[in-house]
């Protein structure tokens, strides 16, 4: 008699215990952007990238604060970054949401090389993306790495022509998070 | 005339110097044909997003600053404010009524049509997803995709979803196509959607084509239709593939394989057998679709206008143009028969000497700047080495370049002899006129069918060469044996085994079984040659210095020069072309030699690309690829030019009359043909669009109805018909795109309806009431005729009986009165002396007495008389009653009795008194005094001539009033006139007269002596040939003619002068003479 009652107890855990795996956080991972001008290389990289993935719809966002960066060459650059640039009072974070291609099972462990599309809003500007990630799915937990460029001129990023040759049209960004269930 | 090029040559120590370039780009195609679209000046970052065409030839831009549509000469924009639903156009089509349909970014759509826009309200306006593409069925029915929120369909019954919840594969649209069998493929992230919107069963519906199909790569972002009825995917990451309906699988053409261009943005195959590429990684790529040849990509992202490797989108339009659109702007490339490389396009140099491609392909450029390999990566990507590159002491100046059997490059310099290069290692041995050549200067190299490599120099004639254990082993020939000149700019083998020099000042000369022919000016125009090739039909053609291209045949030379269509008579360019063409390449540009059709052969002229300063080809700067295009080094750059035809040559521009002015008025095209009489000044406006060369574009026009011919050609585009009387007229206009292909013309029929009072409707029962009212008009009339014709007759008949009565009594009466005259003319002759009684008182005398009527006014009286005092006489008168006829009859009745009274009773005899007595008689007897009586009466009286004969006294008294006497003395022709009074006996009296008497006067006579006595009937009469009066004159001069005869041929003289006088004229007095011979 107890065995049934016990057995519905265990399915209905699992289960619950499934739904909750379906969504995964991750608060600090790092983002990592170069600008490989002939004059100049600008290199900075944020600890602060936060996301979150449903991997039953395939779904994600991404954030980051964009005042976040370190690792500036100098005050300047920084300043620069943020102010001229980036102009972080204004869009104070650049994100990144969409869906995830193809259709992984993300229950099974195991390395893929996935497609993500969604719209990447970075100084206020919606691009709609589809960047390769490489998702590792270990110990119940998913970690994302991915390399992709940001076009400046996409985000209406605009560069002054008297520091063209100090920084890139194309900004090499490099992201790395692991991430949890929910809880 | 030497031929000198233009560039110094400096002698140098070899040494060869690798150097590697990196990527570089664009050494494939040149720019001189990619031209920006007209977009508006000044406009800036005019993100081009998609492109159509309109059956008028329009092009039609998205842009994220609204809609542009371009004519070739001017454009228009539609942006919100013009009403569309954004600026930001993210797709565009034209669906068959040539509706432009525009899909934004905000997920709105607008429509425009003959310049209007509308806004498309049926879409779901909540839905604000993208419209990434629209496309219109062969059922006319119009697919707008969404990035996000499916496929709308709309068709005439009303407007419906495809949506991932409905059988859709995805909700994300990137394109869509329709197959030839009606089905719709929509590409999305999870592969190609097949749709069958005719089926209602959801398994047939929608299918899917994915990975598990065999398609590379699930992201699908366009498809579209290839040649040979493939259908083409363009995927995210893996590049390029296409369907095989018969393996029903995905495959890829060679050069797609091992993609590594990255994303494709779009994607156009063409009919060429290329398709066009533009990719996120590599810019615009050409890559062939060949399954059999690999061709590697030919680059195209690196240009004075196209800096921007960012093509989002491209189209080809019926010109075979291909647009552009990249983040900033919209170009078009139009394929042309000339390619120019140069410095731009990455070329160390633009003054080239020579050029060759080996057996690989690498093309091997010898310029100012040394020697240039450039070669080709696995990826189609260019590998540049450069050699004798050094200008320090000098370069060393390569002015041939031939790669022999064993693959070897000989290359002949100017002064340091030639090298031989191995291509491979890049080393290479120089042989000079120290170790075998005749002279350093090598401008030409040539192979022999056995082997042997040929040398042309300048000065050393030419050295027949073979490597024998790594020496050059030479032969050399100069003139002394038979060579035209030691100056030989180009030595060529060709395919009889003979070896052909152009010299300098020698002509041509053939080696051949050891022996060399030369041709002179005298045969060949001039005796500097340039240069020289073969045919496919194994003629020899050359150019020289003066008279331009020669034909060989074995037997005799033909020219072809300025009568062909040569412009420059000294081209020193000549090769070989595709198929059987001869390229001609001078200064002025290049012909090629063709034979057109049945007609002779003809130049056809080719310019070279604009340009700053004039191309100057180099001597034996030329190379034949196995394809026929011919390469030719010119101080401008390298060009390359295919003499073949090219697909966009027999494009003609699309006509289209694009409005009509009635009376300067505008007027619908699709209102009506119809126009009044008044409406007759028509203006028509039109435009030949085209694209590449909108400048060149000619017209021609011709309104039928009204015009015989068609106009000459003109740029103008717009043309007037004032005043076109009414009838049927069809305008048309047809457009050239200036290399003589005309399009069919586009025409447009209407009527000038004529008046009102023109028309058949009008005229008709116009003219037949007129007719009718003629006719009954004309009907009344006669009948009316008819009527009175009948009334008049009736009246003329009895007017006429009344007038035959009246005739009748008339008749009667006239008898009577007849009667009554002629019984007065008898009492009248009655009283009248008889001829007794006048025969015996004037024995020898005429009366010639003829009455105008039958009763006469005249009358003579004769008696004898005595006077009171007992003196006896014979009184004669002749008297003239007023009037004729009764009156003058009653008159002389009365002028009788009275002359009787005064003459027999009172025995008066003195002719005044009594012609006195008488006045005063007739004066009583007429009551002439008396004024109650009238005027009339007054007026009656006698003119009379009276004369007393005294025979005892021989004299003659006489009074006349009004009439005088006339004596004619015997034997004396001269006529006596003795003149009455002037006032007659009774009637009116001048006031001076009144009281006056009459005169007489006497004279004596003697015997033969002839008096006369007459009235002024006889002076009066009118006759002769001038119908004139017989005159007082004429009668006395008739009386003088006749006075000595006896006086009965006198009276019968005087009767007959006047009946021939009179002749038929009427009497118009009454007649009255008396002569009387004494």
């Known amino acids: 008699m107890k065995t049934p009652i016990f057995a519905a107890f265990l399915l209905i855990l699992s289960a619950f215990a499934f739904q909750q795996e379906t969504i995964y956080s991750g608060k600090e991972g790092t983002v990592k952007f170069e600008s490989n001008a002939p004059l100049e290389l600008i290199i900075a990289n944020s600890k602060q990238l936060t996301g979150l993935i449903n991997t039953e719809k395939r779904t994600f966002v991404f954030k980051v604060k964009t005042s976040s960066f370190q690792g500036f060459k100098n005050s300047m650059q920084e300043e620069h970054f943020n102010e001229s640039y980036m102009e972080s009072d204004k869009f104070p974070s650049s994100e990144f949401k969409g869906k995830i291609i193809e259709e992984t099972d993300f229950r099974v462990p195991g390395t893929y090389q996935v497609r993500v599309k969604g719209l990447l809003t970075v100084h206020g500007v919606e691009k709609e993306r589809i960047i390769k990630a490489k998702v590792t799915v270990k110990n119940k937990q998913i970690s994302i790495e991915s390399d992709f460029d940001v076009l400046l001129a996409d985000h209406e990023i605009k560069i002054p022509k008297i520091v063209e040759m100090k920084i890139a049209e194309t900004i090499r960004v490099n992201i790395n998070i692991n991430m949890q269930p929910k809880s | ?1078």
Request: hydrophobic share 35%; proline share 3%.
């Open chain 2, 1 to 1078: 005339m030497r031929f000198r090029p233009c560039f110094s040559w400096f002698k140098i120590p070899f040494f060869g110097i690798i150097i590697l370039l990196s990527v570089c780009l664009s050494f494939q195609v040149s720019a001189q044909t990619l031209k920006k679209a007209g977009l508006g000046f000044g406009r800036k970052n005019c993100k081009i997003n998609c492109f159509t065409q309109d059956l008028q030839g329009n092009i039609w831009i998205g842009t994220n600053q609204g809609l542009f549509c371009l004519n070739g000469l001017t454009h228009s924009l539609f942006d919100v404010s013009k009403g569309m639903g954004s600026n930001q156009i993210t797709s565009v089509c034209i669906s068959a009524d040539q509706t432009v349909w525009a899909g934004h970014n905000n997920g709105k759509v607008s429509l425009v049509k003959n310049q209007v826009v509308t806004a498309f309200r049926q879409k779901d306006s909540s839905d604000h997803n993208p419209v990434s593409t629209i496309l219109e069925d062969i059922h006319h029915n119009i697919w707008l995709a969404t990035y996000g929120n499916g496929i709308y369909v709309v068709k005439k019954s009303g407007i419906s979803r495809l949506h991932s919840d409905n059988g859709l594969n995805d909700n994300f649209i990137y394109t869509l196509y329709e197959h030839p069998d009606g089905s719709v493929w929509a590409g999305t992230d999870a592969g190609i959607c097949v749709i069958r919107e005719d089926k209602k069963e959801l398994e047939q519906r929608f299918n899917t084509l994915s990975m598990k199909d065999g398609l590379f790569d699930n992201i699908v972002k366009k498809i579209c239709k290839g040649p040979e009825g493939r259908v083409y995917v363009a995927m995210q990451d893996s590049g390029i593939c296409y369907f095989d309906p018969s393996l029903k699988t995905f495959r890829k053409h060679l050069s797609f394989r091992n993609w590594n261009f990255g994303v494709v943005n779009d994607m156009l195959p063409d009919v060429t057998g290329f398709c066009w590429v533009a990719s996120q990684k590599e810019g615009l790529l050409k890559l062939s679709l060949s399954d059999k040849v690999y061709t590697r990509p030919v680059y195209i992202n690196t240009h004075q206008n196209l800096t921007n490797k960012n093509i989002h989108c491209l189209f080809m339009d019926f010109e075979h143009n291909i647009w552009l659109g990249t983040n900033s702007e919209a170009f078009f490339y139009s394929p042309g028969h000339i390619e120019l490389l140069s410095k731009k396009d990455g070329l160390p140099s633009n003054k080239i000497y020579a050029f060759c491609l080996d057996h690989k392909g690498n093309r091997w450029i010898s310029s100012d700047s040394g020697l240039t390999k450039i070669a080709y990566d696995a990826m189609g990507k260019p590998v540049i080495r450069q050699y004798f590159h050094q200008k320090f002491p000098s370069p060393v100046q390569i002015m041939s370049i031939y790669e022999d059997q064993e693959k070897f490059l000989w290359l002949g310099t100017f002064g340091n002899g030639v090298f031989r290069l191995d291509p491979e290692s890049g080393k290479s041995t120089s042989y000079t006129s120290k170790n075998g050549l005749a002279n350093d200067n090598v401008l030409s190299i040539a192979q022999d069918a056995s082997g042997n490599l040929w040398f042309a120099s300048l000065g050393g004639g030419a050295s027949k060469g073979r490597l024998i254990n790594g020496k050059l082993v030479c032969t050399h020939f100069t003139t002394a044996d038979g060579l035209g000149n030691n100056y030989v700019y180009s030595v060529f083998a060709d395919s009889q085994n003979r070896l052909w020099f152009a010299t300098d000042g020698g002509g041509i000369s053939c080696f051949r079984n050891q022996k060399f022919t030369t041709y002179n000016k005298g045969v060949i125009g001039s005796n500097v040659v340039y240069s020289i090739c073969e045919d496919q039909n194994r003629n020899i053609w050359f150019s020289n210095a003066e008279t331009g291209v020669y034909r060989y045949d074995g037997k005799k030379f033909e020219l072809f020069g300025a009568k062909t269509g040569i412009r420059d008579l000294s081209p020193s360019i000549l090769v070989r072309g595709k198929n059987n063409d001869i390229v001609v390449a001078h200064n002025g540009g290049i012909e090629v030699l063709r034979k057109v059709g049945n007609k002779n052969i003809q130049a056809i002229p080719f310019s070279f690309p604009e340009s700053e300063e004039e191309f100057e080809p180099s001597l034996n700067a030329t190379f034949r690829q196995d394809n026929g295009d011919v390469w030719i080094g010119t101080d401008q750059g390298l060009i390359r030019f295919s003499s073949q035809k090219e697909i966009t040559d027999d494009v003609a521009p699309k006509i289209s009359i694009t409005g009509i002015k009635l009376n300067l008025q505008e007027h619908s095209l699709v209102g009506t043909h119809e126009f009044s009489h008044s409406a007759n000044h028509l203006v028509f406006d039109f435009m030949g669009i085209y694209h590449k060369n909108p400048m060149h574009v000619r017209y021609r026009f011709h309104l039928d109805g009204f015009e015989k011919d068609w106009s000459p050609e003109t740029e103008s585009r717009f043309v007037s018909y004032p005043n076109l009387p009414p009838g049927k007229y069809t305008f048309q206009v047809k457009a050239s795109n200036g290399a003589g292909n005309w399009s069919k013309p586009a025409s447009y029929s209407f009527e000038i309806l004529p008046p009102l009072w023109q028309r058949w409707w009008f005229l008709l029962p116009s003219l037949s009431l007129l007719g009718f009212l003629v006719y009954a008009t004309i009907k009344y009339r006669l009948r009316r005729i008819e009527h009175e014709k009948t009334m008049l007759e009736k009246v003329v008949k009895e007017r006429t009986t009344e007038i035959l009565d009246q005739k009748q009594i008339i008749e009667l009466k006239n008898k009577s009165i007849t009667d009554s005259i002629n019984y007065a003319k008898r009492i009248q002759e009655a009283i009248l002396p008889t001829h007794e009684v006048v025969a015996s008182l004037i024995p020898d005398s005429f009366i010639f007495y003829s009455p105008k009527d039958i009763v006469s006014g005249d009358f003579y009286f004769i008696t004898d008389a005595e006077s009171i005092e007992g003196e006896k006489s014979v009184v004669i008168a002749c008297v003239d009653c007023t009037g004729h006829g009764i009156p003058g009859g009653f008159m002389s009745m009365i002028g009788y009795s009275l002359l009787s009274q005064i003459i027999r009773e009172k025995q008066i005899t003195e002719p005044a008194e009594i012609l006195n007595q008488l006045d005063v008689a007739i004066r009583a007897a007429l009551r002439q005094e008396d004024t109650s009586l009238g005027f009339s009466g007054q007026r009656d009286g006698m003119d009379i001539s009276i004369c007393c004969i005294v025979p005892n006294k021989s004299a003659v008294r006489f009074a006349g009033a009004h009439r005088p006497l006339y004596r004619v003395k015997k034997d004396e022709p001269e006529v006596e006139e003795w003149k009455g009074n002037k006032f007659s006996v009774g009637g009116l009296r001048a006031s001076q007269d009144l009281e006056a008497q009459f005169t007489s006067h006497t004279f004596e006579y003697l015997k033969g002596d002839c008096v006369y006595l007459f009235s002024d009937g006889y002076a009066d009469q009118f006759g002769g040939s001038d119908k004139k009066k017989f005159m007082t004159r004429r009668l006395r001069e008739l009386l003088i003619e006749i006075h000595d005869q006896p006086m009965e041929l006198q009276g019968q003289s005087l009767a007959t002068e006047m009946d021939q006088w009179k002749g038929q004229l009427d009497q118009i007095d009454d007649m009255l003479v008396i002569g009387i011979r004494l």
